[in-house]
């Protein structure tokens, strides 16, 4: 676990853009249960995460035309409990983080692993997702 006061600004990169902090397994359950669209970033203090998943999240949403109904994020290494349930949500994708989904009625239809977000431009990734948002939202 990471110390709150390391994170809180890497946690304010996208709740300061909007995103919802989901910190329990039941605010994850109550959110991904929702009716319409759902954007998840599985934040992490990662460099790749710094670079390209929080810039391309919050990116993606301030410049889609198409935008989903809720924008929320949790915290690898720090909301363990909310981390965890949401992975569940992400099978059967394995563990990864910095991670994103895209859910529709509760059902992901959009998933990019850490290995589509290292070596990629947060401008790339950005694209991919307002291309979800189009197909979906």
């Not at 759902?38 to 710094?50: D, R, Y």
């Not at 981390?83 to 992901?108: C, E, I």
């Amino acid at each position: 676990m990471y110390p709150a006061e390391m994170v809180a600004p890497m946690k304010e990169e996208l709740t300061g853009a909007g995103f919802e902090q989901l910190v329990t397994a039941e605010e994850v359950d109550a959110t991904l249960a929702k009716e319409g669209t759902t954007f998840l970033v599985i934040n992490s203090v990662c460099g790749c995460a710094a670079r390209n998943a929080r810039p391309a999240a919050s990116h993606s949403v301030e410049n889609a035309s198409k935008k989903p109904d809720n924008i929320v994020t949790v915290f690898a290494g720090v909301d363990a409990e909310a981390v965890n349930q949401a992975r569940k949500y992400t099978l059967p994708y394995p563990p990864s983080s910095p991670s994103m989904g895209l859910f529709k009625d509760g059902k992901l239809v959009h998933f990019l692993e850490r290995h589509h977000i290292e070596g990629n431009t947060a401008q790339d990734i950005s694209e991919n997702l307002q291309a979800a948002f189009e197909q979906f939202c």
